[in-house]
């Protein structure tokens, strides 16, 4: 099962943009969410995730400027990103967390200065 993100696209720092996952229903109702992103020449990193109660996580670099949700009717998860800075610029996926599912393409992100 490949999950494929979307959303991304070409922003000036302190843009905003919002990130969109859709799962099918057996996935997303029995995982984690997360989001991870993996900047040129970087290895992937963990952004955030949500657990199917809406409790969510965030590394220190996005936290009050990124913000993850998730629609358990429409079996999607979201990524509000906000105050975007150039050192946001990445591909980003989705995918569960632990990362137990097949790696999509992503979707990128890039903050021009």
């Known amino acids: 099962v490949q999950l494929q993100a979307s959303g991304g696209g070409l922003v000036q720092s302190g843009g905003s943009l919002r990130l969109s996952c859709a799962a099918s229903r057996s996935i997303f109702s029995s995982n984690v969410m997360a989001w991870y992103r993996q900047a040129p020449g970087k290895q992937r990193e963990l952004v955030a995730y949500i657990s199917s109660g809406g409790t969510t996580v965030y590394t220190d670099s996005v936290k009050g400027r990124f913000t993850i949700s998730r629609d358990n009717d429409k079996n999607t998860v979201y990524l509000q990103m906000d105050s975007l800075k150039p050192e946001d610029t990445a591909v980003y996926y989705c995918?569960?967390?632990?990362?137990?599912?097949?790696w999509g393409q992503g979707t990128l992100v890039t903050v021009s200065s």
């Open positions: 995918n569960a967390r632990p990362a137990i599912l097949r």
